[in-house]
């Protein structure tokens, strides 16, 4: 049995980039094992850029890491000791294991470990990456969120990435076109060759908006967003109508605050629904509307209000009082 | 007859707020009428924001007004000669009259013109309010894309203008808690005393948005979204897990390029729907997802890749990695 456990401790939340200077490494001894608890080695850490909010203070979907505490990581190890009814020595799990080398099961984890099967043919890593959380992730993001229908051409960003690596795969069994956005050949070869994506642009080569836009001919219908800033926007640019994305995630934005990314950040860690909207969409239903908008004007319920300004000249003056606030209710013309 | 129309032609597009220098205004003749043809005497014109995006050269859901054109705008008529089979004399009707004094019905209209019915009581600039485009879309907005519960909190901005008003008191029928924003006291006393509103926050005070926060002790489930920039991040940041958003407008970006506003100009006017996705939230469907992805792993349709970094010490250099794009595919430690 080992006597200590080598960890790495939260020291200081990163400014800009992750560096090692973040971290303590410290030698803590292992405590005695406790009825109900197991000692489990580590074997493989996830690294996943969700990590990167936990390091800072900013409000996310998990509480930040606290200064002196192990850094929170998902991860792989194996029993090595236990007094637990439910694992014995040998056993592989899964869980929130932090950086460490050992970590002690059923001592008061939120999410308790889970037992990995073991299934031949499927390396024990499968279960960081296609069927750990981020295969999980794509898997729900592509079939519950975005419901691609066959034919329909989907982009995803960071799509060499574990989870865009995934995303595309599943919009090409699902039957859509799959264009995917990443950084370097050696990325973009992998995607088409061996993923057969149908198309992949590396956004470090000038002109790749262009290339987008012509791998894409039909336009977008679904954007599997896992960047943010110009890659979100340009995609954003070439959707078609009534489009559909999925923000999984805004890794342009997690190493330094991006106004202009706070209220994407805000709509993906509060996983808001936000729906762009015209009217013009529900010209068939207009008649629905209006006879309940009438019925509801004339019992009362409704009040209407209108600001009138006078004559065909002054209609000039009128559209400029609807930005300078001038207008209670309805702006309306009288000629 | 008359025989001239005074007419609004686009001079020149708006580089801030709308001025009367943008329109040339023009004596036309009035042509002949044409059988199937019928000419108005226009008597309301609707000014609204979005008359803003269509002076401009942006892509829009309709294309902008060509310089030299009659400037777009909905309006009232009442017909005062007609040769066209739907029209008599006094008809009043609805539709894009433009800014100018007379209108020809039949002469080659996108949208044809709509008779409106007399209805006693009913003031004729309902049909530009609650009972026009305005009254129609907030009812869509809200009971379509917002679909709230009753009980929950539904905050709106720009709440005391034409599409806000009608928003916050549909909501208020359908049993929310309702809070509006707006600029100035007598908007807000409006809001609160003759629509009953639960509470109406000036944006022009110091302290709105503590204010804001107080008015909405719950939280806020949905925001009918008017304005966009500060307004709404303030508002997005206090939205509730799941809840949605009704982006109909962002009139804080009409009159001048915002790039952070840029992506939802480009989701309001696409009408896409953007839905922030954390996988935590189907934990309890994760073991589906395990089962398909595998099925799909076992028969060769999903590929696993991994870069895998040796050791924990080297654990803080893999975090850096995946913003840096070194990884391809799931970036693993092993210990």
């Known amino acids: 049995m080992p006597d200590t456990n080598?960890?790495?401790?939260?020291?200081?939340?990163?400014?800009?980039?992750?560096?090692?200077?973040?971290?303590?490494?410290?030698?803590?001894?292992?405590?005695?094992?406790?009825?109900?608890?197991?000692?489990?080695?580590?074997?493989?850490?996830?690294?996943?850029?969700?990590?990167?909010?936990?390091?800072?203070?900013?409000?996310?979907?998990?509480?930040?890491?606290?200064?002196?505490?192990?850094?929170?990581?998902?991860?792989?190890?194996?029993?090595?000791?236990?007094?637990h009814p439910e694992f014995k020595t040998g056993d592989l799990v899964f869980g929130m294991t932090g950086f460490q080398e050992y970590v002690l099961l059923g001592a008061g984890e939120k999410v308790p470990f889970r037992k990995l099967p073991a299934i031949p043919g499927v390396p024990l890593t499968a279960f960081l990456g296609v069927l750990g959380i981020t295969g999980i992730t794509a898997y729900f993001g592509i079939t519950d969120i975005a419901r691609p229908q066959p034919g329909e051409t989907l982009v995803v960003s960071a799509a060499a990435g574990a989870t865009g690596s995934i995303a595309g795969q599943i919009g090409k069994i699902l039957g859509c076109r799959v264009v995917g956005i990443a950084g370097g050949e050696e990325k973009c070869a992998w995607l088409t060759d061996e993923l057969h994506f149908d198309a992949a642009i590396n956004y470090k080569q000038s002109g790749w908006k262009e290339k987008l836009a012509a791998a894409c001919p039909q336009g977008i219908d679904i954007n599997y967003e896992n960047v943010g800033g110009d890659i979100m926007n340009t995609v954003l640019s070439r959707m078609n109508l009534h489009g559909r994305v999925v923000l999984c995630g805004l890794i342009s934005g997690y190493n330094q605050e991006d106004p202009a990314l706070a209220s994407f950040a805000t709509v993906l860690i509060k996983r808001l629904r936000v729906q762009g909207f015209i009217v013009l969409d529900y010209a068939p239903r207009y008649g629905e509307a209006v006879a309940q908008l009438g019925q509801w004007l004339a019992a009362g319920k409704l009040k209407d209000r209108h600001t009138v300004v006078e004559g065909l000249d002054r209609a000039p003056d009128a559209l400029a009082m609807l930005f300078t606030g001038q207008n209670i209710g309805k702006l309306i013309v009288r000629l």
């Open 6 to 83: 080598r960890q790495l401790l939260l020291k200081s939340r990163p400014t800009g980039l992750v560096s090692r200077d973040n971290f303590d490494a410290v030698a803590s001894p292992l405590p005695e094992l406790r009825d109900g608890q197991a000692l489990a080695r580590i074997r493989f850490l996830s690294v996943d850029p969700t990590m990167r909010i936990w390091m800072s203070d900013r409000e996310g979907y998990l509480p930040p890491v606290a200064l002196g505490e192990v850094m929170r990581a998902l991860g792989i190890a194996e029993v090595i000791s236990s007094k």
